[in-house]
């Protein structure tokens, strides 16, 4: 039988961020509060600078709240570690003098997470899941944009973490690539079930990864929504596509019935 109340695998709570430079105080997130919950592909979305990298990056450990807590699987946040793993945009965060194979078992290696054959398997598993199998020799500067986010992917999920942190990882793609991307991805989340807090700010990005969304005000970032989506865009009872109804709560526009949000 399910339990009727599962616990959540991460449970943020009343989360306020703030950066302090030497002469103001930046208050990126205000008592932000959701719950994600194992398997969940749970999205943050909201306009630039509301603070969706801040809050990826107090989930990662990176940075203290100054209110509010971050639990996962009931044990407090306090620095990262192997069991959160952070997927940026940039296409710069593999190591250029080591090759595909080696930038996924360093990652092993280095967290202590495995060594030696089982560390080789592993990261071949994973290459191969993302398909990449033909280019596990080949250097960073010899793969095209996409590949080198299949690569950080792989090197994610080589390590197998309870959470895996995406900050935009496909905002820097072209179109069609972003959409192939966002489509593997699915895949590879039916073979996994890969738990994942992903961040955009784009609607049809939201709309297509998330099976829940959670909506952030502009700056500095509040919850303002939260939104359940089956992962298309189909149109409700109401007339009004799930893109639509995202569109007129962030930006507090008056929804037209089948009309269709851009991000
Ligand atoms: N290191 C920093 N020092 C001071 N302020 C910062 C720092 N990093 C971010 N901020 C500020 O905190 C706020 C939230 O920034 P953050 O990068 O989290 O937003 P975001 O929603 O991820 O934006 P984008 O979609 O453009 O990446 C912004 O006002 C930003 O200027």
């Avoid at 209110?67 to 306090?78: H, K, P, R």
């Avoid at 793993?85 to 996924?104: G, H």
Wanted: proline share 6%; charged share 20%; aromatic share 6%.
């Amino acid at each position: 039988m399910t339990d009727p109340n599962p616990k959540p695998l991460l449970a943020v709570d009343g989360l306020t961020l703030q950066y302090r430079t030497r002469d103001s105080i930046v208050t990126a997130t205000y008592r932000v509060s959701f719950d994600v919950f194992t398997s969940d592909r749970y999205v943050i979305l909201g306009p630039s600078g509301c603070g969706k990298s801040t809050l990826l990056k107090a989930v990662g450990g990176y940075i203290r709240p100054v209110e509010g807590s971050i639990t996962l699987a009931g044990a407090q946040i306090s620095k990262p570690g192997p069991d959160r793993v952070l997927v940026f945009q940039e296409f710069d965060q593999l190591l250029p003098w080591k090759t595909v194979r080696e930038n996924v078992l360093f990652a092993l290696v280095a967290s202590g997470r495995l060594k030696g054959r089982e560390a080789a398997e592993r990261a071949d598993h994973y290459i191969a899941k993302v398909n990449l199998t033909g280019f596990a020799d080949s250097y960073p500067h010899m793969l095209s944009g996409g590949m080198k986010q299949r690569v950080a992917i792989a090197r994610g999920m080589a390590m197998e973490p309870q959470i895996l942190l995406m900050d935009e990882p496909f905002a820097a793609l072209d179109a069609l690539t972003r959409g192939k991307m966002q489509e593997e991805l699915l895949q590879l989340w039916d073979e996994t079930k890969v738990t994942l807090l992903f961040v955009t700010h784009s609607i049809p990005e939201a709309v297509r990864i998330g099976n829940r969304i959670l909506l952030l005000t502009p700056h500095p970032g509040r919850a303002k929504a939260e939104l359940g989506s089956t992962g298309t865009d189909l149109v409700g009872p109401d007339g009004l596509t799930l893109s639509a109804r995202i569109d007129s709560l962030l930006f507090d526009r008056h929804p037209t019935a089948r009309s269709n949000a851009h991000g």
